[in-house]
């Protein structure tokens, strides 16, 4: 009798266990207001099309276009150049009729036409050297017209150099490097409800010092088709990291936390997304970096906890990046943490503890395994 009890009740908590599972499996269907990689996805409406002020910060809208839009433009830049100094030389030319009296005194030796003048153009331009082509001393304008456009020369290709360095030393590429797990947890930590999630640095030059933030962002529709978006900061343990390791970022469930009342099955319930950033500054470029993603509801596991993915040598540490997503089950009761802080200190005379997961599997813990699953998990 005994036997068949507990056989159904094992099958209840497997049928629970595959139920948490699928919710837990579940699609986000919302808009999600930061993508995973960081992006958002946000698009501006304007009444009118006012490009001034993309035109007046020139230089920092031409590190932030695409490469091939940035390479377009530079190469119209040099082309046009290069067609307007040549018409000038060809109109000084015409004016000063060397193409008629090429016996006469030139003001530009060996061009004949307009194209003579583009290619004089283009090799002023370009400093490649002119072959048998050049300016005489016979005429003060061409000489003048001639250092206006070594001038804007060198302020082109200041520009032009200035722009790619700053592209290709881009924050947003270095960012790529440094990475949060794809998944958030939730687990015991001396007791006490944690959410936490796992930050890496995936180069060899680490980053020595960084700041790491969490925000709640919660948005709601309103009945006039609008839609009111909150912002909500999470305190963290540790917010300035030495990042040489990977490190866990944690998030304590407790009285103030906007999560602390909600259990597992309220969570994938709730309509919110977890934003969170590491801004740290590259010591390879001294430049300011932020590696930044989200986490909604149906990307927090319940019950899990990271992998350890750090190992001690005689000589150094090493580290197993092919862990950094891997989690495992670890027993959790399955409520909320403000419903655990009360089961923890119970009314007197009632000894049982809520249901835990433990391996993927719900099971009911009495009072002599109270201090198995109030351990820390790392």
Known sequence: MSTERGEGVIDTFSTTVHTLGKQTRKEWRGLRYMQKDGTFLVTFQRATRDWSPYLMD????????????MLLVFSL??????????????????????????????CMENVRG?????????????????????????CMVAIVVWTIQDVISCFLDTIVIGIVVAKMACA??????????????????NGVLCLSWRLGDFRGNHI??????????????????SVVISYQDLDIQNRDIVLATPTTIIHKLEPGSPLYSLGPDDLLEENFELVVSFTYTGDSTGMLHQ????????????GQRFQNMLRVDKKR????????????????????????DRMRHPAEGSSQLPPVMR?????????????????TYL
Not at 77 to 92: A, K, P, Q, R, T
Request: proline content about 3%; hydrophobic content about 40%; aromatic content about 14%.
């Open 208 to 225: 020595l010092e960084g700041v790491a933030r969490a925000q709640l962002v919660r948005y709601m529709r309103q009945p006039i088709g």
């Open 172 to 189: 947003r590429k270095r960012a790529q490097t440094v990475g949060f797990s794809r998944c958030a947890v939730v687990n015991l930590r």
């Open 317 to 340: 540490y090493k580290v197993n990046y092919a862990l950094f997503n891997e989690t495992t089950w670890v027993p959790v009761p399955l409520l909320s943490a403000e419903a655990h």
């Open 58 to 69: 020139i230089f920092t809208t031409l590190v932030e276009v695409r490469w091939r839009i």
């Open 114 to 138: 307009f194209t003579g003048a583009f290619l004089f153009s283009l090799e002023t331009q370009a400093t490649i050297g002119y072959g048998f082509r050049g300016i005489t001393e016979n």
């Open 77 to 106: 830049s040099y082309i046009c150049s290069w067609l307007v100094f040549g018409l000038i030389y060809w109109l000084i030319a015409h004016v000063n009729g060397d193409f008629k009296n090429p016996e006469e005194k030139l």
């Open 291 to 302: 590696t930044r993603t989200s986490y909604t509801p149906a990307d927090i596991r319940w």
């Open 359 to 375: 391996n993927g599997h719900t099971c009911q813990v009495n009072h002599i395994y109270e201090e198995v699953i109030l351990q």
